[in-house]
Nanobody, 121 residues
Framework: VQLVESGGGSVQAGGSLRLSCTASGNTYSTACMGWFRQAPGKVREGVAYIYTIGGSTYYAVSVKGRFTISTDNTNTVFLQMHSLKPEDTAMYYC?????????????????WGQGTQVTVS
């Protein structure tokens, strides 16, 4: 599966952005999808997860109530981000190809997009 993220950009604190991740190719592995982020000098961390068939979602504590993960069931997953903070600044990655484990670990996913930069000032 190929994953392409879009929607990143620069915003002021308190602003909003919506990220998109479109999957193509062998999309059988997109039942479970996640959004991760990685700031310079920090480890990649799980932000949100969705089970696209059942609709279950999970969020990191740091973004719960501000971010929403969703899907339009056409191989696109979104991350709506509100009330953005400077600490949300990072490269955001879409992930698919569930390997098992816990949703917020990068090792739980086999497929990754190239990332989209989010900068909050």
């Amino acid at each position: 599966v190929q994953l392409v993220e879009s929607g990143g950009g620069s915003v002021q604190a308190g602003g909003s952005l919506r990220l998109s991740c479109t999957a193509s190719g062998n999309t059988y592995s997109t039942a479970c999808m996640g959004w991760f982020r990685q700031a310079p000098g920090k480890v990649r961390e799980g932000v949100a997860y969705i089970y696209t068939i059942g609709g279950s979602t999970y969020y990191a504590v740091s973004v719960k109530g501000r971010f929403t993960i969703s899907t339009d069931n056409t191989n696109t997953v979104f991350l709506q981000m509100h009330s953005l903070k400077p600490e949300d600044t990072a490269m955001y990655y879409c992930a698919a190809g569930w390997r098992g484990g816990t949703w917020d670990r990068p090792s739980s996913f086999a497929e990754w997009g190239q990332g989209t930069q989010v900068t909050v000032s």
